[in-house]
């Protein structure tokens, strides 16, 4: 019994030296890295909201990451923590679900932002690319700016508080009239394909 209670002492004494010893662990760019974490402020708050679901983000400052998380093999979510350019288009494809629960709205984000615990955005960041083109339904581009020209083929495109520097094309009439426009910033022109 008495070895019993020695080998649970020294268990948790081994396990309380590695969460000290991971806590204090190197603290370079710490400012930056916390001024710069709006993917993991959201899934932390996500994961809050809704316990019975995972939810992962994307978090990437690489084109070729970008590129992928917004393909139909990505996630609902994807961000960027700095200025990004994509030498190549880009294509959001695929159906995803808010915070990855496929029992709420069909819904997929771009974020352009860091934020603080309080969810108060903190910097907003640009991506740029020749062209953006949305595949995917109710896809929100969320502060920030996206630099190109953007391809709308799927309902409910919106703009949040987000900038587009360049022409938005809607394949259709009935796709820019489900569009949400009002609190965001288009450059170009916005126009329905011929």
Known sequence: MVKSYK??????GVCASLIILAGCGNNEDTADKASSSVASSEVASSVAESTEVVTTASISNDPADVVAGLSADGTWIYAITEDVVVPEDIIVSGTFYDKNDESGDIYRKLALYSQDEDHKVTAEFTLEAPTMTVESPNFKIQNGTFIGDVVVKAE???LADSKVEGNVTFDSQELMDSAVLD???ITGET????
């Open 7 to 12: 080998k649970r002492g020294l268990f948790l």
């Open 156 to 158: 409910g495109f919106q």
């Open 183 to 185: 609190a965001g910033t």
């Open 191 to 194: 126009t329905v394909a011929k």
